[in-house]
T-cell receptor, first 117, second 112 residues
């Protein structure tokens, strides 16, 4: 089945130790998103790639970076995790038609729960 | 930027009852409004979505009612079941590829 896959499902890291979360998709969608979701809160968009174009949200800390080496894969790098970065990180994909218009359906992966010790 | 206001924050409904969650939005430029269902420890899953050409969409026990003039839309869950206990998010598009902005979520509990 076509899907959005995230690895690992659980990640434990130490304060200040870089960590990378990965996302892959078999949907061949042109847009990939990274969201941060803290307990009992809505997902918060960190950034997205529209094909190879990176789009950062204005309030995303510099500590968060992303890479998209090809259509199928996207990575979230946290350079120096702090205790406040403990959260669920969600990857989502969408197929957006040229010219924009209506928002398109987003398909979410299962998430990676990050714990910072 | 599109803002979405969702209510109530939490909701308890008896099994077999009707669960109703409401959302209000600000910008009428983009009219695609999905509802996502999220179980603990899982990613959000698209439940049902509506576009502006209809005022109501029904899929099984789930119905979206859309009031364009009032800029409101709501989710109705008929014959609510314990398995429906989850967090529900409404959302609205930010435009183009900029993704969705989510409501704050409603924690729904269906009591047996």
């Amino acid at each position: 089945d076509a899907m959005v896959i995230q690895n690992p499902r659980y990640q434990v890291t130490q304060f200040g130790k870089p960590v990378t979360l990965s996302c892959s998709q078999t949907l061949n969608h042109n847009v990939m998103y990274w969201y941060q979701q803290k307990s009992s809160q809505a997902p918060k968009l960190l950034f997205h790639y529209y094909d190879k174009d990176f789009n950062n949200e204005a309030d995303t800390p510099d500590n968060f970076q992303s890479r998209r080496p090809n259509t199928s894969f996207c990575f979230l790098d946290i350079r120096s995790p702090g205790l406040g970065d403990a959260a669920m990180y969600l990857c989502a994909t969408s197929m957006v038609k040229a010219g924009g218009g209506y928002g398109e359906t987003q398909y979410f992966g299962p998430g990676t729960r990050l714990l910072v010790l | 930027q599109q803002q979405v206001k969702q209510s109530p924050q939490s909701l308890i409904v008896q099994k077999g009852g009707i669960s109703i969650i409401n959302c209000a939005y600000e910008n009428t430029a983009f009219d695609y409004f999905p509802w996502y269902q999220q179980f603990p420890g899982k990613g959000p899953a698209l439940l049902i979505a509506i576009r502006p050409d209809v005022s109501e969409k029904k899929e099984g026990r789930f119905t979206i009612s859309f009031n364009k003039s009032a800029k409101q839309f709501s989710l109705h869950i008929m014959d609510s079941q314990p398995g429906d206990s989850a967090t529900y998010f409404c959302a609205a598009p930010r435009g183009g590829a900029d993704g969705l902005t989510f409501g704050k979520g409603t924690h729904l509990i269906i009591q047996p």
